[in-house]
C-alpha cells in the first residue's frame, strides 16, 4: 500500500509541476500589470510547437543512391538520412535525440518576443480596462493562436520522442534503500520536475536577489510611487510579460514526451491553471506554486480506483470543489493580498 500511495505522490508532484509553471506566468502578468491573461495557454502551446517544429528542421531528410545495394527488383536503393546527420556524423544524430531539450536554447528567444510584442502591441491598450474586457480580448488571441497553428501543423497530435537514454523507468525504492523494482517511476516524469523545480527557483532568486527584481516587486506593490522615483516602471513590466511567456513556453517544451501537442493542448491546461492562480491567491507568485503542487497532489490521489470506487468521477471535479471550499472560506486564496478578490 505504501508503495501505491508514494507512486500516487510522485503523480501528484508529476501533474503539479506542470499546474505550478503555467500559474507562476499567469501570476506574474496579473501581479505586475494586473491583466487576466486567458492567451498564457496559447504561450503555453507555442512553446509547445517551438520544440515540434525545431525537430522537424533537425529530421530533414536527405536521400541518396546506394548504386551497391539494390532492391529485391534490381533497383538501387534510396538512402534517407536526417540531414544534420549527414552532416556532422554521429554528433548530427545527437542532435536528433536530443532535440526536445535543445529546443529550449530556442524557445527562449522566440518566446520573449512574442511576449513583448504582445504586451506591447495589444496588452498595454488594456491595463486600465475592465477584466471582463481584458479576458474577451485575451481569449480571442488564444482562439487566432489555435487556429494558425491548426492550419499549419493540422488538427492531430504530434508525438515528440524523448531523448533515448532518458527513457524506461528509475527505480526509485533502491534508492531509497528498499527492495529493488518495487517503486519505480518514468524519467522523463523526474527529469520533468527537476526541471520545474529549477525554473521556478530561478525566478523566484531573480525576483529576490536582483535589483530588477527588487524594483518590479516595489512596482507591484506601489507602481505610481516607483515612476516617480523616475524608473521607467513600464519597461521593466512589459520584460516580466516576456519572462512569464518564456516560463510558459519552456514548460510547454518538455512536457511534449508527456503529452503529444495538438492545437487545443493551451485550452486543456489555461482553465485548470487560473483555477490554481485563484487557489493560490490572485497576485501570489507562493501562492501559485503552492497551489498547483497541492492540487496535483490531490488529483492524483482522487484518480486512485479505490477512491473512484467511492466516489465516482471524483478525479475530473477534485480541483473544482476544493477552489469552491476554499473560495467560500477565503475569497482572496491561500496567499493573496488582503482585498484582492474580496468585497
Avoid at 530533414?60 to 543512391?65: D, F, H, L
Avoid at 486600465?128 to 489555435?146: C, D, M, N, S, W
Avoid at 517503486?183 to 530561478?202: E, K, N, Q, S
Amino acid at each position: 500500500m505504501f508503495e501505491v500511495i508514494f507512486l500516487q505522490f510522485l503523480n501528484g508532484l508529476d501533474k503539479g509541476a506542470a499546474y505550478a509553471l503555467i500559474a507562476l506566468g499567469l501570476t506574474l502578468v496579473f501581479g505586475t500589470l494586473g491583466v487576466v491573461n486567458f492567451a498564457h495557454g496559447a504561450l503555453f502551446m507555442l512553446g509547445a510547437f517551438c520544440a515540434v517544429t525545431v525537430r522537424m528542421l533537425l529530421t530533414m531528410e536527405t536521400v541518396t543512391i546506394d548504386p551497391e545495394k539494390l532492391s529485391p527488383w534490381g533497383a538501387p536503393l534510396e538512402i534517407r538520412e536526417p540531414l544534420v546527420q549527414a552532416w556532422f556524423g554521429d554528433f548530427g544524430a545527437v542532435l536528433v535525440n536530443y532535440s526536445v531539450p535543445l529546443s529550449i536554447l530556442i524557445t527562449i528567444p522566440v518566446m520573449l518576443v512574442i511576449g513583448i510584442a504582445l504586451e506591447r502591441g495589444i496588452i498595454k491598450h488594456f491595463y486600465k480596462r475592465p477584466h471582463a474586457e481584458q479576458i474577451l480580448v485575451t481569449f480571442g488571441l488564444a482562439i487566432v493562436a489555435q487556429e494558425v497553428i491548426k492550419s499549419i501543423f493540422g488538427p492531430n497530435p504530434i508525438p515528440q520522442p524523448m531523448p533515448t537514454d532518458l527513457r524506461g523507468a528509475a527505480d526509485i525504492g533502491a534508492w531509497l534503500g528498499m527492495q529493488a523494482n518495487v517503486i519505480t517511476y518514468p524519467i522523463w516524469r523526474l527529469v520533468y520536475f527537476l526541471f520545474a523545480g529549477v525554473v521556478i527557483g530561478g525566478v523566484f532568486a531573480f525576483l529576490q536577489f536582483t535589483t530588477f527584481g527588487l524594483v518590479v516587486r516595489a512596482g507591484m506593490a506601489d507602481r505610481e510611487t516607483v515612476g516617480l522615483l523616475g524608473i521607467n516602471i513600464d519597461r521593466r513590466f512589459t520584460i516580466m510579460f516576456g519572462l512569464a511567456a518564456v516560463v510558459a513556453g519552456v514548460a510547454g517544451v518538455m512536457y511534449t514526451p508527456l503529452l503529444p501537442p495538438n492545437y487545443h493542448i493551451g485550452m486543456d491546461f489555461l482553465v485548470l491553471s487560473f483555477v490554481v492562480v485563484v487557489v493560490g491567491g490572485m497576485g501570489s507568485l507562493p501562492g501559485a506554486v503552492a497551489a498547483g503542487f497541492m492540487l496535483g497532489i490531490l488529483q492524483s490521489f482522487a484518480s486512485m480506483n479505490q477512491v473512484k470506487a467511492i466516489f465516482p468521477g471524483i478525479d475530473q471535479i477534485i480541483i473544482y470543489l476544493i477552489a469552491v471550499v476554499i473560495l467560500l472560506v477565503r475569497p482572496r486564496g491561500l496567499m493573496g493580498r488582503r482585498g484582492v478578490m474580496e468585497t
